[in-house]
């Protein structure tokens, strides 16, 4: 049995009956930019989100960038974010001439160490960006009290975590701005490229369409040097029609990712991820921990198990940073972990006996019984 990593063939045929339909009309409208079907998903994304505001942009690394422009960090400013991250978070700051301060993450959940924040502040500091990762909630009730002592923003990068939650609220409605991406993996994933702000502030989310917009709120008036982001009419449709399917799709990840841990309970040499205490993830990945990683997955990938890492190189050692100046070492934990993730195959339709097939092979792998593999 093949076990794809990923599978949204049979997600986009759930939705093609409704899809294709609001896709002719479009087509025969020609209301390709904004317009109607955009309005409604900022509408009803705002809703699930528990906030007064969704500004709808064209990707998960421009909703950081403005959402960041919004709150007022600019060029020097320094933004304290976790290592263990997609390189996007970092990327929006440097774009806008701000400098990311890394640090590292916690060894349970690798999320961002709000310890770790303390002790980066320093009087340039002007915004902390907590990333959900892997569909959890990052500690943000911790950081509150960092950011109100020394007058910073959080500013949310929720760009996997749609729908997960924890006592503070929901993913996207926690800090002053939140941004998210809806690039075709996530939990609510588009047919290309998309992303969008959330927020209560209603200046805000005015700042986000008006920069987003070539800095204009009304045609041929340019406020501000802006650009171009915008969410179109094609993905607003595919995501109205997967929203209203997000919450039984992250239930069937929750239940696929309470299986795996099961199923690995008695696996040997396979550290399996936990939950934060009060939290409900979304388990956009299932990553877990092992030993001689490159060698297990080559095995997955023999046997037909799709199987993918979750970074493989923290950000402060990537050639893209290395101007920081921050070698082997500097963040222990995040490295520590960066040679022993491992992600296996999580989606919403994904079935209880593909992954015991996916147990199967990797129980033999790591337990360096490569025979195993072919049965």
């Known amino acids: ?34 317009g109607r079907e955009v309005a409604a998903f900022e509408e009803e994304y705002a809703a699930y989100t528990g906030v007064g505001h969704c500004v709808g942009v064209a990707n998960g690394t ?37 400098v990311p ?19 980066a502040v320093t009087p340039r500091t002007r915004a902390i960006v907590p990333v959900h990762l892997y569909g959890q909630v990052a500690p943000v009730e911790a950081l509150e009290p960092v ?3 020394h007058g910073l923003v959080i500013v949310e990068d929720a760009a ?52 987003s917009a070539h800095g204009s709120s009304v045609k041929y008036v340019h406020d501000r040097v802006g650009f171009n982001s915008r969410l179109d009419a094609v993905q607003a449709v595919v995501l109205r029609a997967k929203l209203r399917r997000l919450e039984g799709w992250n239930a069937a990840r929750r239940a696929a ?4 841990t099961a199923l690995l309970a008695d ?20 990553v877990v921990r092992v030993e001689e990683r490159e060698r297990v997955l080559g095995e997955l990938a023999a046997a037909g198990v799709g199987a993918a890492i979750h970074y493989p190189t923290p950000l402060h050692l990537t050639e893209a940073y290395a101007s920081l100046g921050l070698g082997v070492g500097a963040f222990p934990v995040a490295e520590a972990a960066a040679s022993r993730l491992l992600s296996l195959p999580m989606f ?20 360096g019984a490569p025979e195993a593999v072919g049965r």
């Open 62 to 98: 421009d909703a950081v960038e403005l959402a960041l422009r919004a709150v007022g960090v600019g060029p020097g400013d320094d933004v304290i974010l976790p290592v263990n991250t997609f390189i996007a978070t970092a990327e929006a700051v440097s774009r806008i001439g701000a």
């Open 267 to 286: 696996v040997p040499g396979v550290r399996v991820p936990a939950t934060r205490p009060g939290s409900t993830d979304v388990w956009h990945l299932y």
């Open 257 to 260: 990712a309470e299986r795996y």
């Open 160 to 211: 996997q975590s749609q729908g997960a939650s924890s006592a503070r609220g929901r993913s996207g409605a926690m800090g002053r701005v939140a941004a998210t991406s809806f690039y075709p993996g996530k939990n609510l994933g588009a047919a290309g490229d998309a992303g969008a702000v959330t927020t209560d502030d209603a200046d805000v989310a005015a700042f986000v369409r008006n920069v």
């Open 348 to 367: 919403p339709h994904l079935t209880a006996a593909q992954q015991e097939r996916v147990v199967e092979v990797l129980a033999g792998a790591v337990l």
């Open 1 to 34: 049995m093949k076990v794809p990593f990923l599978d949204l063939a049979a997600q986009s045929a759930e939705i093609a009956g409704e899809v294709l339909p609001a896709w002719q009309d479009i087509l025969a409208s020609a209301a390709f930019v904004g």
């Open 101 to 119: 301060v890394l640090v590292d993450v916690d060894d349970e959940h690798l999320l961002i160490d709000p310890a770790a924040v303390g002790a």
């Open 147 to 149: 950011a109100a002592r």
